[in-house]
């Protein structure tokens, strides 16, 4: 268990909530069927606590990097090659907060799927961006995370920065 893990699977989080987003924005004015509208609504609410709770554990473990005996002033490939931070209590904790982010991402990967596989039968699916915007994030987050010279707090940081704007967002759609 290490920190990329966690970083790895925050990313792909942050994504799908801006591919849900996008999708609830794509639909809001094109009258969708009383089925997407009401799927969507629910999967609205619930991405948006799902949304916040990965938000506030970006927010906890930057604060706790110091706890787990990471240095968030030195680069995460610094850290991944020389383990003094190892040991069983913080890969425990480590091991927490991955499970944490990859059932947010498991949840929110079933929404996006919910929403498609009805997109599909209605015969929309051809008429939403969701997947090039989730793939977009991707790309930018993943950019970042492998930086080899941004440090692991630098990393960290402009998760939660991407995190809070995807959060902010799906408030607004």
């Known amino acids: 268990m290490e920190p990329a893990s966690i970083l790895k699977i925050g990313t792909e989080t942050v994504s799908l909530v801006a591919a849900l987003t996008k999708l609830i924005k794509e639909t809001h004015d094109k009258q969708p069927s009383s089925a997407l509208s009401q799927l969507l609504a629910r999967l ?8 916040g709770e990965v938000e ?51 949840q929110l990967s079933s929404f996006v799927d919910d929403a498609a596989a009805l997109m599909l039968c209605e015969g929309t699916i051809g008429k939403t961006e969701m997947f090039a915007e989730a793939y977009n994030r991707k790309r930018e987050l993943d950019a970042i995370v492998f930086d080899p010279q941004r440090s692991l707090g630098g990393i960290l940081e402009k998760l939660l920065e991407s995190a809070s704007k995807v959060n902010l967002d799906l408030q607004s759609a």
């Not at 706790?64 to 904790?93: F, I, M």
């Open 44 to 51: 609205r609410v619930d991405a948006l606590r799902i949304s």
């Open 56 to 106: 506030m554990k970006f927010r906890i473990l930057g604060e706790k990097l110091k706890d787990l005996g990471l240095d968030p002033t030195r680069t995460l490939e610094s850290q991944l090659r020389e383990l003094q931070w190892y040991n069983w209590v913080n890969r425990a904790r480590l091991k927490g907060f991955q499970e944490e982010l990859y059932g947010a991402s498991r």
